[in-house]
């Protein structure tokens, strides 16, 4: 068994109750124990609770608290070989699971949330989370298709390995094959094609291929470098590599219908110093149609 849980920010919603049974079938495949935490955020301003302050309602209390041992008592008969831990903690509900992430293995949550996340906006947790967090974030929706692969975004960006890592590992761990997915976008069409006449220092030679041809292998040779390390460690898993000329962002959302989980870095290449979550992490959590998960790099700490 290791150490660090599987970390589950629960709210009693259904999202957050698939979070749930995402995060035991994850566990029981890991062999770690799983904490759910429901968080409630009573204050409308998000201002920390003093522990002597209670709650405004005692029976809102005795609710929350009545939902996570009924929730906790259906995961362990679902799952009695995975150890689980549930709790109720007072306080702002992203600051307080970012705390708790980290010393989590992952933290898992639904992509829409209820009342246990009070005065935040529907879907806004789950993108919160993904942009503080300090351990992996899984954010739990659309199908989570059995037997389908685990699709990986392959950036060349500094700090993405760690997004390729966890894919490697969990495609291992499901017994599926990896799916790559490079996205790359074609230069502007000025630059590749000459109309009626080419520059002089481009003359047009028979033996030179095309400019599409030249710049797909090279896409190509830039992500096999990406995943040969990769490969080496891990020799007996397919790997797949798909070039899509289009947005990383619409390649993986479509690459996601055929996909168990999805994993994407924290942020690209395309972000500016200071972005903390990037365009593209981003709009998978919000359109993809399976789980996603999105991997920050370690060195790279996030901000309070």
């Not at 989570?144 to 500094?158: E, K, M, T, Y």
């Amino acid at each position: 068994m290791t150490e660090h849980p599987i970390l589950v920010g629960f709210d009693h919603s259904p999202g957050a109750t698939a979070a749930l049974r995402w995060a035991q079938d994850a566990a029981a495949r890991s062999r770690a124990p799983v904490r759910l935490v429901y968080v409630y955020e009573w204050t409308g301003d998000a201002t920390p609770v003093p522990e002597a302050a209670g709650w405004p309602d005692p029976a809102v209390r005795r609710e929350a608290e009545a939902a996570v041992v009924q929730a906790a008592a259906e995961a362990r008969a679902a799952r009695p070989e995975v150890p689980l831990t549930a709790a109720v903690v007072d306080g702002p509900a992203v600051s307080t699971l970012r705390k708790f992430s980290e010393d989590a293995r992952l933290l898992v949550v639904g992509h829409r949330g209820l009342g246990g996340f009070t005065g935040m906006l529907a879907g806004s947790v789950a993108v919160d989370l993904a942009t503080h967090a300090r351990s992996p974030v899984v954010v739990v929706r659309g199908c989570a298709r059995s037997g389908q692969p685990v699709v990986v975004g392959v950036d060349d960006a500094p700090g993405a390995e760690p997004a390729l890592g966890f894919a490697f590992e969990e495609a291992m761990a499901r017994g599926v094959d990896l799916v790559a997915v490079r996205a790359w976008r074609p230069p502007p069409v000025p630059a590749r094609c000459w109309h009626d006449q080419p520059p002089a220092e481009y003359p047009p030679r028979v033996d030179t291929p095309p400019v599409h041809e030249v710049l797909v292998a090279a896409e190509q040779a830039l992500a096999e470098g990406c995943l040969q390390p990769w490969r080496e460690k891990y020799p007996q898993l397919p790997v797949h590599l798909h070039l899509v000329p289009h947005t990383p962002a619409h390649a993986l959302v479509a690459a996601s219908a055929g996909a168990q989980l999805v994993v994407v870095g924290a942020r690209g290449r395309g972000g500016f110093p200071g972005l903390r979550l990037g365009s593209v992490a981003r709009l998978l959590v919000y359109h993809a149609q399976c789980p996603v998960a999105v991997v920050r790099d370690p060195t790279h700490p996030t901000e309070e």
